[in-house]
């Protein structure tokens, strides 16, 4: 999804927000001023779908003729603390949505927030004197203030060091710039991963860092298992997990490779169980497992412990529901759920990274867990998830992550983006044959791809996934593939029975040399690739795959000895030396734009055949 693209979306709401509110006071006195008036629905959808607050009129104060507009309003986060917010929104037009934030903007947005903090300005409206009244003895209190810098550009960083400078000025301060991409990604997570992204009016601890207090049911005491690890076994009710929730929220499942849905027919089930039948409850659910780094000894008769660091590995669409059926229940219902609603809580001392992943992936061995899902939390992978919503391919780095697309966006798994990387960017073919051999063969659940050297000795994370790894090589790979399995008839799976990625890698090779050869040695290979293949010139990425493939065929070739010619394929699939061997001989060939631009295409080419050949043995 082009940021363009996302911002119509954005504005068609902002435009229904305008016509919902037409009556407004600030929109009719401003209703010839589109930038007043995108500014202020700006504001109100923030409110709603950041603060879920409907009710927008007392938040929201007159801006200046300068397109801006301002909240002041206080909030009681999930600590009990009061902290203010301060918004500042700027709209942009569609044609600077792709440019980077004016630093100018944020500047003089910042020399608004400090005329605020010391309550020089003088022509304030009377709403907004009110809400700085309250926000001068809010801070001579001790308390904390929040400003925010909302806008529909993209903010790169370059006005960091004044920013900087701002906070730094009072530890009680706090600024953040909410831009167009950061929006984009929350709104992603909402509305087709159905999941709740981090909210900037919130306040947030890393639960694995935290003194963490919970309120235990031992009846006639817990269970205790000593070795190799400590844990122990207990009952919790309803409260104690309510309040895990309300203070740490999804933060309690960084570690846990599934993330719960906002909406499914399973968190329905749990929570109509929690409050039309909570005596059933413990009967109706396994109960959670959960991982602490400082266990402490615990008493019999021990109602309350305290906790170093918890991360919450099994369970988290469990808790999440509990939350919500707590939360919505009247007090009269909670006090019931309290009483006899039970939940079995697993709490186990971690015992090193190794030993977590484990557990995580047994306990949760219900539903299969594939490798790449212990990876899905990794900055990389947040990083090339991040950089594809750029693109009409979204990088799935989770099984099932999606659980809606727009029309126009088609999602690819990580494994996909991977095998192709590695093969055409990494140059490395024979990898990816034979990760898929060890998988048929061998453990049809190990996937070599996202499993660490360390783990395993021909583990290939680190070597794809790594500071280099950028979603442009990945996508550019991807396309080349895209084309040539698109005119395949295979499936997918079918695709490790042949030469495929070979091709792959050594188009890379050819390709370079004939757009070096057309348009001069600086040619950016990759950005030339993107940009034909958007545009729909796929013909000569077909042509130089034939060339490649008839180059191969010659070199593999022993005239009148069918039998070593198969046995040079085989050792071309399998062995890396063979294969760059190859490659060596196709660097040498002198390669003109004539060579690639003659291949004729044909109805009935068959570029890419499955070849069984390779399953035989060395």
């Known amino acids: 999804m082009f940021t363009k693209d996302f911002y119509k979306i954005i504005d068609g709401e902002l435009n229904g927000i305008l016509e919902k509110y037409k009556a407004d006071k600030f929109i009719q006195k401003h209703k010839n001023a589109i930038n007043n008036q995108k500014s202020y629905a700006l504001l109100i959808w923030f409110l709603e779908f950041y603060g879920k607050i409907s009710s927008y009129t007392s938040f929201i104060t007159d801006g200046d003729n300068d397109s801006s507009c301002d909240i002041v309003f206080d909030k009681t986060n999930n600590y009990g603390d009061k902290i203010f917010y301060v918004v500042q929104s700027k709209w942009n037009n569609e044609g600077n949505s792709e440019k980077e934030s004016d630093k100018d903007e944020i500047l003089k947005a910042l020399s608004d927030f400090t005329t605020i903090l010391r309550g020089e300005k003088d022509d304030f409206n009377d709403k907004l004197k009110l809400k700085l009244e309250e926000l001068d003895k809010h801070l001579k209190k001790n308390g904390e203030v929040k400003f925010i810098f909302l806008t529909l550009s993209q903010y790169r960083g370059g006005a960091d060091e004044n920013i900087k400078a701002f906070i730094n000025n009072d530890e009680k301060i706090k ?9 984009k990604f929350d709104y992603i997570d909402r509305k087709y991963k159905k999941i709740e992204p981090l909210n900037p ?8 860092e935290s003194l963490i207090d919970i309120e235990i049911v031992q009846g006639n005491g817990s269970i205790k298992i000593e070795k190799p690890f400590e844990a122990y076994m207990f009952l919790l009710r309803p409260k104690s997990i309510y309040d895990l ?4 929220s999804f933060a309690l499942f960084y570690k846990n490779v599934r993330n719960p849905l906002l909406q499914s027919q399973f968190n329905e089930e749990i929570e109509k169980t929690a409050i039309e039948n909570p005596a059933y409850f413990w009967y109706y659910n396994n109960g959670i497992t959960a991982i602490t780094y400082l266990l402490p000894k615990i008493g019999k008769k021990a109602e309350k412990i305290q906790l170093t660091g918890l991360q919450i590995i099994n369970g988290a669409q469990t808790v999440y529901s509990i939350y919500q059926a707590y939360k919505n229940a009247s007090p009269t219902k909670r006090i019931q759920m309290d009483s006899e609603s039970l939940l079995t809580l697993r709490l186990l001392k971690s015992g090193g990274k190794d030993f977590d992943l484990n557990v995580t992936r047994y306990t949760n061995s219900q539903n299969p867990i594939y490798d790449r899902d212990f990876c899905a939390n ?8 991040n950089d594809s919503y750029q693109t009409k391919f979204w990088y799935e780095k989770r099984r099932d992550e999606f659980r809606e697309l727009p029309e126009d966006i088609t999602e690819v798994p990580n494994y996909i983006f991977a095998n192709v990387y590695l093969a055409y960017h990494l140059q490395d073919p024979v990898s990816v044959l034979s990760n898929y051999r060890q998988r048929l063969e061998i453990n049809k659940d190990k996937d070599l791809i996202f499993v660490s050297h360390k783990e395993h000795k021909d583990g290939l994370y680190e070597k794809i996934f790594n500071d280099r790894t950028s979603f442009e090589d990945m996508l550019c790979a991807f396309y080349v593939f895209d084309v040539i399995y698109d005119i395949a008839p295979f499936p997918y799976e079918d695709t490790f029975k042949t030469s495929l990625y070979h091709l792959l890698a050594l188009f890379k090779v050819a390709f370079t040399k004939y757009l070096q050869a057309k348009f001069g040695k600086k040619i950016n290979v990759n950005k030339h690739i993107i940009s034909i293949y958007e545009i729909g010139e796929k013909a000569i990425i077909i042509q130089t795959f034939k060339f490649i493939n ?7 070739e022993v ?4 039998e070593k010619t198969k046995e040079g394929i085989i050792k071309f699939l ?8 190859i490659k060596d001989a196709l660097d040498d060939l002198n390669i003109s734009v004539e060579d690639i631009e003659s291949i004729v295409l044909e109805d009935d080419d068959e570029i890419i055949e499955i070849d069984d050949s390779q399953d035989t043995e060395d």
């Open 245 to 248: 929730f309300e203070k740490y």
């Open 175 to 183: 600024f953040e710039v909410i831009d167009i991409n950061r929006i």
């Open 574 to 581: 399998k062995k890396l030396s063979c294969y760059e061997k």
């Open 559 to 562: 005239e009148n000895n069918e």
């Open 378 to 385: 990794d900055d990389i992978q947040v990083k090339l998830q």
């Open 201 to 208: 009016l919130e306040t947030y601890q890393n639960p694995e």
């Open 550 to 556: 008839q180059f191969v065929e010659k070199q593999l």
